[in-house]
């Protein structure tokens, strides 16, 4: 539970605690004046008058202790108003016990009344709080019992006339039998309630969790909205002022840097078509709710890729080397997808390895998976960056910017796909000597 | 344009084709033009040139770059009296709401416009905060 949370709790308890105080404060007041003065009943008026004057200067001194607490304005404030809450019951306690001792003692069966504060008390105090205030209502109530039986303090009687005259209040026997059914119920009713509440304060818990985890949710898929905004936007402003100055300078610009601007323009929106593409496509491989897997050829597969993407390296004098270290040549997933992993894989070793450089696919087969491990010698990723490399829109801070063809998107569609497989997807890195992607697919999920 | 001299303006963003395309306008509409991709080369550019104008991107490098260069050539006497118009995308972006903030010793500027701009209102702006006059909400 956070702590403004628990701020919250104990302050509704409060309130709900003074309000009540006043409504027992009016029906103490009119009882005892009735009891008092229409039925002649021997109890103790005045004791049970100062009762509702005691608990009048609890409320007013809660009222304003309350308020002290509340404006210091720290960042929390619930162990104050906690030690509030044990105070106000306390006193409850006390003045209740005072009360049934000006009213009959063990004869009036006011006592039920401790249930009250029990129940309460267990809605925010801890388990063993709450046993500690069961064992002061027990010492409460018996010393009451036999500080009057044994005749220490006075004994107010409810006996009235012939309908009720009784003392039970005088015969060890029954004083016994009170005490010791009352501290039993006591103890169960702590028991119960301190589960209760338990079990209550657990699922709330839960729910709370969820709600948040939810609320987190929201605020990464709102925040994906702006990155996602700002990526377009981008693009956009760059077109649209392009096109701007062309089509609203007329004759007055020269042709060439008219020409220019059309053909970044063009570019600018042929890189903002391939982001959407890459943003859709990310996001239809999280929708899928079920891949189409089935066995593959996974050597064959492999040999294709590095067939086609030749010419791509030698364009750059690149060394396209594959090392098939596989046992076996299938593989249970979706063929497309893993083939668009590593063509992903083995595009970025190309494009971010210099002239003459090297680039590695090498397939290993270990206890129940395969692994396929690009390398190259190209600049590497910064160590800084490393950790937000699959993040979506996310570019190592290296990386030229004009780098024309790159949507930031290439890694988390890989990433999605080697999770989407049960796999895994590893990365080591070190600056200007090269980069290793580790991907591994288990054999059958 | 009627001022007898060409006014200068330096264009701060970080987008490449940006810049060229807001240079090769504010050239062709009369205008001085000097450019700069971050807020370090905008510096420089601002002590060497004097502009008498600089269009600021607010989100460059990291978020409030443009505001952060904004700040340092108000402290510099030498450029505290130059116009700066703040550029920006979203309002989302910086978490701030621009308009309100015409004015404003934090963030000082004479004038914002909110990307993707069609070029004539950026004159306009342009034209506006040259002459000195208040914004007209």
Known sequence: MNDLLKDSIFITRTNWLILHRWITIAIVAVTTLIGGQVFKLDINEFGLYLCSLALIVINLTSIYLKKLIIVQNESSVYKELKMLLIFQITGDLLILTIMIHCSGGIENPLFAFYVFHLVNASLFLSVIETYLLTILVIIFFSALAFLEYAGIIPHYSLRYGNFFNISYYSNLYSVNLIVGVFTLTMLMLSYLSTTIGKRLRDQEKSLRDAINKLNEKDRIKNEYVIEVTHEVKGHLTAVLSCLDVVINTGDTIDKTEKQYLLSRAYHRAKHLSDFVKSLLKLTRIRMDQKLEMDWFPIKDVLNEIINSQRSNAQDKSIKLILNDHLVLNLLYGNKLMIEEAINNLINNAIKYTPPKGEVTLTCTTENNFIALVIADSGIGIPADDVPRIFDEFYRASNVVKDVETGTGMGLSIVKQIVERHQGEISVESKLGEGTKFIMKFPYKN | ?137
Request: no cysteine; aromatic share 6%.
């Open chain 2, 1 to 137: 344009m009627n001022q007898m001299e060409k006014k200068k303006i330096l264009v701060v963003d970080d987008d490449l084709d940006l810049v060229l395309s807001l240079k090769a306008f504010l050239k062709n509409q009369g205008f001085d033009v000097i450019t700069a991709l971050n807020k370090y080369e905008g510096m420089d550019q601002a002590k060497t040139e004097l502009p008498d104008l600089a269009i600021l991107d607010v989100m460059m490098t990291y978020a409030h770059e443009g505001f952060d260069l904004a700040r340092d050539m108000r402290k510099d006497s030498r450029l505290k009296d130059i116009y700066i118009i703040m550029f920006t995308g979203i309002d989302k972006e910086t978490g701030m709401n621009f308009k309100a903030n015409v004015g404003n010793p934090e963030i000082p500027a004479d004038g914002y416009i909110e990307k993707p701009v069609e070029l004539h209102v950026l004159l306009d702006e342009i034209n506006r905060v040259l002459a000195g006059e208040p914004k007209n909400e």
